[in-house]
């Protein structure tokens, strides 16, 4: 695998990760928002499952910032080239977060 393959592949598993976290996280507001917002009594099964999502979201965290830390570590892009595409791909899917990294 050359160098372009490789950062494609690179940008492509950034991606996935980032995408994963927004649909959790749009998942995981909406309970939120019914619970809080709207006083709506969550059943058993909602509240697992919200638990459960939550849990799967640090997990996801965890993950992405491995995958991120590996890829620089490894020299396959600089951190502000990877900090970028993840950046990107949560604005393309709706997320406006600030991140650095130092």
Request: proline share 0%; charged share 45%.
């Amino acid at each position: 695998m050359n160098e372009e393959e490789l950062k494609k592949k690179a940008k492509e598993i950034l991606y996935e990760s980032e995408r994963k976290k927004v649909r959790i996280s749009q998942a995981i507001r909406e309970y939120e928002h019914r619970f809080y917002d709207e006083g709506d009594a969550l059943d058993d099964v909602e509240m697992k499952d919200w638990k459960s999502k939550e849990l799967y979201l640090i997990d996801l965290r965890n993950k992405r910032d491995t995958i991120f830390n590996t890829i620089v570590f490894l020299g396959i892009m600089g951190e502000e080239e990877a900090a970028d595409i993840v950046c990107n791909a949560g604005k393309e899917l709706g997320v406006i977060e600030i991140r650095t990294r130092r």
